[in-house]
């Protein structure tokens, strides 16, 4: 079992920066990948980006390509995710997930993940 915990989101201006942290706990050492996913009302749970458990692999969704960095800490069972010129577009509850499953590549869709955090607003006002 892994329990997820996001933090750190809140409202902030167009063109503004956010981190929000994902704290695991329980079978960490069992990850092969964790993800940022992201919810906005009205849509569909859409994937951000994802980082594999020895951080040398990162992926991200074309909408926040050059301006979201995904990193971990596996020393303190941490994730992050850096959003930078952040747009009103990106408002929305973002969720980190886990997976311990070693298929699923390339971890991009939410059904890859089976541990998921409770989620973190983020507003951008214009």
């Known amino acids: 079992q892994v329990q997820l915990v996001e933090s750190g989101g809140g409202l902030v201006q167009a063109g503004g920066s956010l981190n929000l942290s994902c704290a695991a706990s329980g079978r960490i050492s069992r990850t092969y990948a964790m993800g940022w996913f992201r919810q906005a009302p009205g849509k569909e749970r859409e994937f951000v980006g994802r980082?594999?458990?020895?951080?040398?692999?990162?992926y991200y969704a074309d909408s926040v390509k050059g301006r979201f960095t995904i990193s971990r800490d596996n020393a303190k069972n941490m994730m992050y995710l850096q959003m930078n010129s952040l747009k009103p577009e990106d408002t929305a509850v973002y969720y980190c997930?886990?997976?311990?499953?070693?298929?699923?590549?390339?971890?991009?869709?939410?059904?890859?993940?089976?541990?998921w955090g409770q989620g973190t607003q983020v507003t951008v006002s214009s």
């Open positions: 997930a886990a997976t311990t499953e070693p298929y699923g590549y390339p971890y991009t869709t939410s059904t890859s993940y089976g541990y």
């Open positions: 980082i594999t458990y020895s951080g040398e692999s990162t």
